[in-house]
């Protein structure tokens, strides 16, 4: 790169852009290096843009400086589009609107959104959009569209080209056009007829060309994602609207999307899903076509080694061992009534036992959680084989189609390829009704004879798929890195010379993410190749696949957990005094902003609990301090108290401002010493009701968060309410004495102190195991991540509060629902308990409406980090105040320190669902049998 190019655009970058858009620094340039595919490159500059007129102004700035530019959205991509050596373009938070249309009918959409988010926003109303990758609950919709991603029910017609309504671009030298708007499309027409005359002039070249026009047509008989989408001169005659389905697919070569308008699909009410094992590839594949003529939504092939790594999953329906020549389908069914839904169920089960070898392992089921079941085993097997995985080896996974005529035969010959090139651990799925399969196998990078032998399969898997059974090599993945050198033998020269002029065409300097789709470059699949280091045994596993990140709270402040992961791997590269520098950086990147809640373990195909990784790390380190607390528990909480009331007290007294800009300098001066606000509560009470009297009994241990904070202001202190809301249902409440020398232990684990952890935890168990005469009566504590750490404990029914709340409260009381809107928040603790699950069932119980922050899953509080690193806590909750619908007063959840940080960025009071229970509730006269606890 010319060092006065480079100069010349950093230095104007400088004035368009805040300092903070710009991340140069080597730690961060490091943790950008990877997406979700088996490359890397270190991006010399990353910019985080708020908008399309920044956007217009850096490719502006980078046509005129020749600097090459990549777009990245969610970084899941698996062929290595979303890379670079030079500048990397993300997308800030600010990019997140969607529009829905037409009662659902269309939806307008920012490149920012979670394709999820968008299906969220449909599902009211009966739609969704028509891509449905595996990743939609992570990626994008800037890169579904740029990678024209697809899905397991999505097939050739509902992808983005399909459905494409509108579009805004942004081409390399920064001007603009928004189909939606008709100036903006007469001023391009103006400004960029060569564009379009040149645009019309291939599209006439190539319909005049018939053996071309007809290579093209075969081609989009299958899925096919390889190279740009040709078949826009063919399906369209207007240049412009050639244009905007060229960017489809385009993985960022041709412009950049900053919005999207796409016609949505309707969604069929009624659904069923069955498992069906046949004896060979030939009986399942003969199916196919039976089962796609009789409208199955989707139907999944997975082959035996597949099969084989999910088996814990199988072993619901079936024990037998699976033949090594099996093949399953997994076969979804949607309708729109009863009725029609049954008709269609009779015909597949018709056409499928006309297969004498074919085994029902589970029969057509609508019932909901046997359903998901169901779709776990196949959502399992990209997991399953990351799990295996030898450290050091990565998993790649490709993806190619096959006519339904050939897809058994082609099958057979992939099996010989894996067994000649020494691939026995790879595994074959996919999505049977389009002949598109994926392939998934681990493989090292290490040595000459590693890349020698991936070489040699990739080439053998391109001649076969390509001239044996003229198939396609990228069916949903893009062509990226790893198949621009194949884009030849799978078009032909002619195609690919029409490829090369629309890259001239539309980026004649050719600054646009170079190197993917055109690469003259033989080699580039075995170029940039990612090593993945052994950096500990926790996160190993890792494949930087990405799925973590919309769980992370630290998102938007510093790392993710894929990034903090591939940091260290790369910087374990790196020569001694750069591995230096990113190990002071992870101090602040890593330790201080990582929530170490768990929370992307949830989505984590491998399970990786990064949070546990961190706080491995932070227990080489554990604060005298800590060690002191844990050890002198009740004594600072005292302590802790008195400091609370404190400055409360002095709040009233002195201007609140006063207050938090002395505790902030404070703060600054110590990162030890927390920060305070005006929402901090002050120090709990004490006093702690008793009830006697029931037959029904339950050990009800306080948590500490609500020994230590009040209740919001003019309401009970939260151990007095739930007393009284389990007398009501005539349960009496045991709450062990001193138990404030006691703690679940969750608070030293996360902080790495695991010896205090674990004596804490044994004292607790010891504890409860008296007062529950031996586990005869449950336990309920107030603090959901205290029951999340208890609940493991051996012997005893640890019951989240909210859970018993419903089960075993809620049937005993009278419940007049709340008539007002109100906010809820699932905390991480419960997510991970059962999913949320008890605490919305309960929410939506009591009250007739309950809304949820659309992208917040952690708060970032953490325990102790929203006093000591706020702004995790700010970061993470930056959206929540803009989600509250009128006339909310009040939010819920079910951990005080949550509830703190949730009420200072929502600006209203949140506090323990147990509130609302016992201002809608009221006694039954069956449930009393004594004392009536009175407060």
């Known amino acids: 790169m010319d060092a006065r190019h480079w100069h010349g655009f950093t230095t104007a970058i400088g004035e368009v852009l805040r300092p903070e858009q710009c991340i140069s620094d080597l730690p961060r340039r490091l943790a950008y290096s990877t997406d979700a595919s088996f490359y890397t490159l270190i991006p010399q500059l990353v910019l985080q843009l708020d908008n399309l007129a920044e956007v217009r102004q850096v490719l502006r700035l980078a046509t005129q400086w020749s600097i090459p530019l990549t777009f990245r959205a969610a970084g ?8 670079s050596d030079s500048v990397l373009l993300t997308l800030s938070t600010k990019w997140q609107q969607a529009e829905v249309l037409e009662q659902g009918a269309r939806i307008r959409m920012q490149p920012g959104l979670i394709g999820a988010k968008a299906n969220a926003a449909l599902a009211p109303l009966g739609y969704k959009i028509g891509p449905d990758p595996a990743s939609i609950n992570t990626c994008k919709i800037g890169g579904i569209a740029a990678n024209n991603a697809s899905g397991m029910c999505c097939g050739i017609v509902h992808n983005s080209y399909h459905t494409l309504a509108d579009m805004t671009l942004v081409l390399a030298d920064g001007s603009m056009l928004n189909t939606h708007d008709e100036q903006s499309v007469s001023q391009f027409r103006q400004t960029h007829k060569a564009l379009l005359d040149g645009l019309a002039s291939l599209r006439d070249r190539v319909r005049a060309d018939t053996i071309l026009s007809q290579r093209i047509r075969h081609q989009y008989r299958l899925k096919n994602t390889m190279g740009y989408g040709l078949n826009a001169l063919l399906d369209y005659t207007d240049p412009l609207a050639i244009l905007t389905h060229l960017m489809i697919g385009s993985e960022g070569t041709l412009g950049f999307i900053g919005e999207l308008t796409l016609h949505t699909v309707k969604v069929a009410p009624l659904r069923a899903t069955g498992l069906f094992l046949f004896e060979n590839a030939s009986a399942a594949c003969a199916c196919i076509a039976s089962l796609k003529q009789l409208g199955a939504a989707a139907v999944e092939l997975m082959d035996a080694r597949a099969l084989r790594r999910v088996a814990d999953m199988l072993n619901t329906y079936s024990t037998a061992p699976v033949a090594d020549t099996a093949v399953a389908l997994l076969i979804d069914v949607t309708d729109n009534n009863a009725p029609a839904l049954a008709t269609r169920l009779a015909s597949i089960m018709a056409a499928l036992e006309q297969s004498a070898r074919v085994q029902v392992m589970c029969p057509f089921t609508q019932v909901s ?51 000649r090139h020494g691939y026995d651990e790879a595994i074959v799925f996919g999505h049977a009704l389009d002949g598109n399969v994926h392939f998934v196998f681990t493989q090292k990078f290490e040595t000459a004879e590693d890349i020698a032998r991936y070489q040699a399969f990739m080439q053998e898997v391109s001649t076969l798929v390509v001239e044996q059974f003229a198939g396609t090599l990228k069916a949903e993945h893009g062509t990226g890195r790893n198949m621009a ?27 646009l993410n170079p190197g993917v789709i055109i690469n003259p470059n033989k080699h ?119 400091a609370l009331s404190t400055v409360s007290w002095l709040a009233k007294t002195i201007p609140v401002s006063i207050l938090e800009t002395a505790s902030q300098r404070a703060h600054e001066i110590s990162r030890a010493l927390p920060v305070y606000h005006r929402y901090v509560p002050a120090g709990a009470t004490t006093v702690l009701p008793t009830s006697a009297g029931y037959k029904d009994k339950v050990v009800y241990v306080p948590g500490c968060p609500n020994r230590l904070f009040a209740a919001p202001p003019g309401y009970d202190p939260l151990p ?78 640890i019951v989240e509060l909210a859970e018993f709340l419903l089960t075993t409260v809620v049937p005993r009381l009278e419940i007049s629902p709340h008539p007002e809107p109100l906010m809820l928040h699932v905390s991480c603790s419960s997510q991970q308990l059962d999913g949320g699950k008890s605490l919305r069932t309960l929410a939506k119980r009591l009250s007739v409406e ?4 659309q992208d917040i899953s952690c708060c970032g509080f953490a325990g102790d980090k929203g006093f000591t690193c706020p702004q995790l806590n700010e970061s993470a909750l930056a959206s929540l105040a803009g989600q509250i619908p009128p006339r909310t007063q009040w939010g819920f959840s079910n951990s005080r320190t949550c509830e703190i940080g949730l009420t200072k960025a929502a600006g209203i009071h949140y506090q323990h669902i147990a509130y609302l229970l016992d201002k809608v509730s009221e006694s039954l006269p069956s449930n009393f049998s004594g004392a009536v606890y009175a407060p």
């Open 76 to 83: 899941t991509s698996l062929s290595g589009q979303a890379i």
């Open 369 to 419: 959680e046997e359903i998901e079941r169901l779709w776990q085993i196949r959502k399992g097997l990209f997991p399953a084989v990351g799990a295996i995985r030898e450290s050091g080896s990565t998993v790649i996974i490709e993806d190619i189609a096959f006519g339904l005529a050939d897809l058994a035969a082609g099958l057979g010959a992939l099996d010989t390829l894996f067994t």
């Open 720 to 797: 007095d309410v739930v007393v009284r809301l389990l007398n009501k249902a005539g349960i009496e409440v045991i709450i062990p004495a001193k138990y404030s020398r006691y703690c679940c232990g969750q608070p030293w684990r996360s902080k790495g102190n695991i010896a205090a952890a674990c004596h804490h935890e044994a004292a607790m168990s010891s504890l409860l195991a008296s007062y529950t005469e031996q586990g005869r009566w449950p336990v309920i504590t107030d603090a959901s991540p205290c029951a999340l750490n208890l609940h493991t404990q051996q012997g005893l029914n």
């Open 485 to 511: 050198p194949f884009l030849t033998q799978q078009w032909g020269s002619a195609a690919v010379q029409v490829m090369q002029q629309i890259k001239h065409l539309i980026d004649p300097a050719g600054i």
């Open 524 to 642: 580039a699949h075995l170029q940039h190749l990612k090593q993945l280091p052994a950096v500990d045994p926790i996160v190993d596993k890792c494949i930087e696949c990405g799925f973590c990140e919309p769980q992370c709270p630290s998102r938007n402040l510093t790392l993710t957990p894929r990034q903090r992961i591939a940091l260290m791997r790369r910087a374990s590269l790196l020569p001694v005094a750069a591995r230096a520098e990113v190990e002071k950086a992870f101090g602040y990147l890593a330790d201080t902003t990582c929530a170490a809640t768990g929370m992307c373990a949830t989505s984590c195909p491998v399970g990786i609990d990064t949070g546990a990784w961190i706080k491995q790390r932070r227990a080489l380190h554990t604060p005298d301090a800590a060690s002191f607390m844990a050890n002198h528990l009740a004594l600072t909480h005292r302590a802790s108290r008195s």
């Open 850 to 853: 309950v809304t949820e922050a």
